[in-house]
């Protein structure tokens, strides 16, 4: 399965993107909105396998999706589709050096549309409510705000949370 957009070409995540989801993770670390995601290591020992994971359970089925985002041959991001009781939930992760051009938007629009033709309507996602480029992203794409919940992935210097309000969006297509 490939789905083309005018930009992008979104694939099945394989085994070899790792080093390109290892270059995302990286890039966005130091970033202020990375205390709103959990913490991914980056040494390839523990990158590797686990996108190799990726690509054997999208090969396995519909339970759980995971898409390399690219732009000519670059992997520039990618999508995870996972099954939850009444649909499926979406992630979604671009390199910072491509935030702000539309590329998620418009992977993610490509991708909701093929899967909605496959027979999947309800999706649902979550992010920060203080992570407006993602809150955007998800109202642009039709999710609404069905709620909210305290999440925590980081400890202070004292080791208490730091615990932010996250949204928890819904997308339920005709």
């Given at each position: ?18 080093p390109a989801v290892r270059d995302i993770w990286a890039a966005l670390a ?108 998800l109202t642009a794409l039709g999710f609404q705000l069905v709620g909210t ?26």
């Amino acid at each position: 399965m490939q789905i083309l957009t005018d930009r992008l070409l979104i694939r099945p995540i394989e085994a070899a993107d790792w080093p390109a989801v290892r270059d995302i993770w990286a890039a966005l670390a130091p970033l202020p909105m990375a205390q709103y995601d959990k913490p991914f290591d980056t040494r390839p020992e523990s990158v590797q396998p686990r996108i190799a994971r990726w690509a054997e359970y999208t090969a396995l089925g519909t339970a759980h999706m995971f898409f390399a985002v690219c732009l000519h041959d670059a992997v520039i991001g990618y999508i995870s589709c996972n099954q939850r009781d009444d649909g499926h939930e979406i992630g979604y992760s671009f390199h910072p050096a491509y935030h702000g051009k539309g590329y998620a938007k418009e992977a993610l629009s490509a991708l909701l549309s093929h899967l909605q033709a496959r027979g999947f309507t309800r999706f649902s996602a979550g992010t920060a409510l203080n992570n407006t480029p993602s809150v955007r992203l998800l109202t642009a794409l039709g999710f609404q705000l069905v709620g909210t919940e305290q999440v925590s992935f980081y400890k202070d210097a004292q080791g208490r949370d730091i615990v932010f309000e996250g949204g928890i969006y819904e997308l339920v297509l005709e």
